[in-house]
């Protein structure tokens, strides 16, 4: 099943201090990203836009009544410590996991954590490594293809559980793909960031 929803809220929905945790956020990955690449350095000089941004409008599509959400392969905190920044503000109950084996980008994870004074932890293993979890919200961003991903993310989430999943024009290519392995329902929802991008909202996932 495939479907089309609203577009997400935009930039203009944040209110001034959710901007303010933003901003220390950015200016904590621009100060690290010298030392080990979280983002690309041609994408600095457009990070609210293509990196905040874009995670703002992936935590906007969460089921209203989650209450722990999964972030795979968080590397520079894209969507997994923006989304952990909304939920201090808009769902404080939130538990936000992080999940990054990198150890480098975990000790910076945890410190932009310490820093923002988010409701997250950071777990510094292998996705295939973690089967403790049962989330209502997995996401993944510039992690894998959708047949990976779908791998990934069905041992952690619960019975009723989403995944949200930033895909690029080759998105189709991938769902088709997947479906040779999985079911599961999908929404495409517009980027507000990337004409050519979207966000699958993903429900229903099992294996064929």
């Not at 989650?66 to 894209?78: I, R």
């Not at 999985?182 to 991008?197: C, G, H, I, M, R």
């Amino acid at each position: 099943m495939m479907g089309e929803a609203q577009r997400p809220s935009t930039s203009s929905d944040l209110t001034d201090s959710e901007t303010s945790d933003l901003k220390r956020f950015v200016a904590l990955v621009e100060r690290w990203n010298p030392r080990i690449n979280l983002i690309s350095k041609a994408s600095v000089p457009e990070i609210w836009d293509r990196h905040v941004l874009d995670s703002v409008q992936v935590f906007d599509l969460a089921p209203e009544n989650a209450t722990s959400w999964v972030d795979l392969g968080s590397g520079g905190g894209f969507p997994g410590i923006v989304v952990a920044v909304l939920a201090s503000h808009r769902r404080p109950a939130l538990q936000v996991t992080l999940v990054e084996s990198d150890q480098r980008k975990a000790v910076f994870l945890r410190q932009a954590i310490r820093e923002l004074g988010l409701r997250a932890v950071v777990r510094a293993q292998r996705i295939e490594q973690i089967s403790d979890l049962r989330a209502d919200v997995v996401s993944a961003r510039a992690l894998a293809a959708l047949p990976e991903l779908l791998a990934f993310s069905a041992p952690l989430l619960s019975t009723d559980g989403a995944c949200l999943f930033a895909k690029g024009a080759g998105r189709r290519v991938e769902i088709e793909a997947a479906r040779q392995a999985w079911n599961f329902d999908v929404v495409e929802v517009p980027s507000l960031t990337d004409q050519a991008a979207a966000i699958l909202r993903i429900t229903g996932v099992n294996h064929v």
